[in-house]
């Protein structure tokens, strides 16, 4: 039983994504047992249901938590909804630390009117529903506009670009969504429109993943609008690769390549216009860029532009969610925290309570920006150990409260029989996987004999 591992101090921590399995991997190390808790019966978070299905070689991270998953005194909770299933005072009474890890699951709002009209969608749904995910299945996408609006000029909008733009069959060996592939194959969109609000210094993507969009087989990137490509003097190396590499694309589509992204700077949406509920057009104000406490901010010129477009997608970032009983800063979205100590109402650490990953920090960073992220965090939760309650119930306790439930708990080796069959799944179709698209799909094959 991992309660009677060495030390004997226990840590569970909640969410599986890259911050949950490096708090797991460190506090492992440290000779800590870990449970870790999932809310789907499938583990690593964004790896498996956020990022781009085209970006293969990235989802790979996942097998380095799977390595974390092996060590002794790991324990896989999947299927279990902490805030519903179990609170967090609850975990606080069987485990020395509790670590959050939980992500940000909900997106921005760009508050003006027509946002919520049929065919404005938010990216974090659309990225959602072509990887799979659970909760996203019925979502529904219209593609028979020629034009789509990307509102957002990071990562994630590029993603969103480059899987619209993309040649479906180029997609048709990764694990996307057998639904998205169907609908991509039968897209009428040849142009998509990405808005950004500030100029191409203060852009948000990498280069690289626009070069990447440039470089695919029929598809044109040009940059529009009133746009100055000057590097500001101080510049990081990224912005200063940015800018110059925006400065070399065409001013505007050649007309000759099948599919079209267009880049528009200083824009900023100021409705979204509709005709019988569904988006018909978008309308736009141009900005200009003045300084205000060091940074740049857009502020609107009253000049406004249309553009007609029936399918808006929404990629403003992601947002946290309060996880009950734990303090939230309900603005930025995360939980109020110092170097991963949660902070109590009064502004002191809550004892044996932390927090890692977005829900600590914000919706921003790569897959590896949560390790040194979690390093931090539970570097201050090993420091704090001596210092600890001692827990009051075994988690053998929680296990019986969870046992109780109809929803099973799927642990490691339940969990790898769903990864057994999506893979087993793919082969006929050529795909790396065929992902189960449903809980009960899911559990059905995890646990049988059920
Ligand atoms: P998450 O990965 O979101 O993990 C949180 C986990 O907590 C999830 O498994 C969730 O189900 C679980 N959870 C939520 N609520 C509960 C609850 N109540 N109880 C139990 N469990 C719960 N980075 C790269 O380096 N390369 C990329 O190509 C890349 N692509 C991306 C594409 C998209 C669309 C997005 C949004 C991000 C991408 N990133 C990429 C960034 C990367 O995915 C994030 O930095 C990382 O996933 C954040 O980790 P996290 O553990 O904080 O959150
Ligand atoms: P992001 O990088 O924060 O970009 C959000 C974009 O939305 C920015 O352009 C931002 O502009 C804009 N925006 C915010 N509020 C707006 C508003 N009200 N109106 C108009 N525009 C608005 O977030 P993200 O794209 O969701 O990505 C999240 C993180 O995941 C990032 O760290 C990203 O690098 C990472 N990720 C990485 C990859 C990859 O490596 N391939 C892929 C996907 C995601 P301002 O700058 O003006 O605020």
Redesign the pocket.
Known sequence: MPESLPGGRRAAI?????????AAEFLLRAGLTVDL????P???????????PD?QT?KR?AGAFDRTAKQPGFRFRGN??????LSVEELRTAYDVVVL?????TDRRLGVPGEDLEGSHA??SF??WY?SHPDHGTNRYDLTSERAVVVGIG??AL??ARVLVRNPEELKATDIAEPALSLLRASRVREVVLLGRRGPAEAAFDQGELVDIAGLAGVEVSVEGSTNFTVPEGADAATRKNVEYLATLPREPSGRAERRVRLRFLASPSELVGTAGRVSALRFEENELVESGGKSTARGTGRFEVLETGLVIRSIG?HG?P?PGVPFDAKRGVIPNALGRVLGDGGAPIPGLYV??????G????????KA?AKETTDGALADLPTLPAPKVLPAELDRRLGERPEPVVDYEAWRLIDQAEVERGKPLGKVRDKLATVSEMLGVALPAR
């Open positions: 909640v969410g599986s994504g890259p911050a949950g399995f490096y808790y999932e809310k789907l499938a583990p690593f978070g964004l790896v498996r249901y956020g990022v781009a970006h990235i991270v279990v909804d902490v805030g519903r299933a890890a939980y992500g940000a699951s990216a974090t990225v959602a990887n990562n994630v993603d969103v992601y969610t996880m890692t990953g977005w829900i600590k920090r919706p921003s960073g790569l897959i590896g920006t949560n992220c």
